[in-house]
């Protein structure tokens, strides 16, 4: 009966401390967001109780819902190009497909090691209307006063961004994928080798199935990563032209710290957060049922 106590104090004072610090950093901000939600604050004085309000006003702004759009691109280009194509370079890498290996899995990685705000810088200088980018078009064009129409339309715009967040983010998916890779025992895939299976059928049906797990992992970095996009966007657009680039998190950055409306901001971040509950959720749901079809 001691030995029990004993082993629950223990657990108790070797949680504690990590509790303590995930109550204090995420759960109480979000509960004073939430309450702040429902409210129009300036930051000074008492907040004055609004109900619903904040809400209804952000679910009618054009700007808002604009950014919700960007937002879900992102996180599209994420699921259907980052992780897919990671995975893709992690698997050639790791089946020595190709030659010179440790250079391409360097050159592949190293934007993640460089600063979002440096990237923003170099790539603005490629894509600005006085970028390389742009020159390269004109000379060909003959033109000097050629812009690149993408950059001023309002469907359109982010398309640089995109490609940015995907040129940049993608080798942290390989990587990932990569070290999960080497745990495979290499006697599986002679096996698959000398029973007469195909590159495709052993990435398929034997590679596929056991990283699920990373997949499923992987898809949460990309949601909650797409979600919280702000610095490079910020640093390369500010949101710009006319808020054609702006996403969610810089859409509750201007609200709370540029036009001073605390509540609404908050109100905006609480959607932030439902947002990415939801759609992890779905993902679970999802998981479930994909290892319960390969495991079965």
């Known amino acids: 009966m001691r030995s029990e106590l004993h082993k629950k104090l223990s ?94 899995e360097a050159m592949i990685f190293l934007p993640v090691s460089i600063s979002a705000i440096v990237v923003a810088i170099l790539w603005n200088q490629i894509f600005s209307p006085a970028g390389l980018f742009t020159s390269l078009i004109r000379m060909v064009l003959h033109d000097p006063r050629f812009v690149f129409p993408i950059f001023e339309n309002k469907t359109w715009a982010i398309s640089p961004v995109l490609v940015v967040i ?4 993608t080798g942290i998916y390989m990587i990932i994928f990569l070290a999960n890779l080497q745990k495979i025992s290499p006697s599986i895939i002679e096996a698959a080798i000398i029973d007469g299976a195909r590159e495709s059928q052993i990435l398929f049906h034997i590679i596929a199935p056991s990283m699920i797990h990373v997949i499923f992992t992987t898809t949460i970095f990309a949601i909650s990563g797409s979600l919280k996009s702000f610095d490079l966007i910020f640093a390369m ?36 957060v439902f947002l990415s509950l939801g759609l992890i959720s779905m993902l679970q749901y999802i998981h479930a049922k994909l290892e319960k079809h390969y495991h079965a």
């Open 166 to 169: 995907i040129w940049m983010y």
């Open 11 to 104: 657990y108790t004072i070797l949680t504690l401390p990590a509790v303590l610090i995930y109550a204090s950093m995420i759960v109480f901000p979000v509960l004073v967001s939430l309450i702040l939600s429902f409210t129009k604050w300036s930051g000074f004085g008492t907040p004055s109780f609004i109900g619903l309000q904040n809400y209804i006003t952000m679910f009618k702004d054009p700007v808002f819902l604009h950014g919700l759009r960007n937002n879900a691109l992102i996180i599209l280009g994420s699921l259907f190009i980052q992780i897919p194509f990671g995975f893709l370079l992690a698997y050639l890498l790791y089946r020595r497909l190709v030659n010179h290996r440790d250079f391409f």
């Open 237 to 272: 657009t500010g949101g710009g032209p006319a808020h054609y680039t702006e996403v969610i998190a810089i859409y509750m950055y201007y609200h709370t710290f540029k036009y001073y409306k605390y509540g609404f901001g908050s109100a905006v971040s609480i959607v932030i």
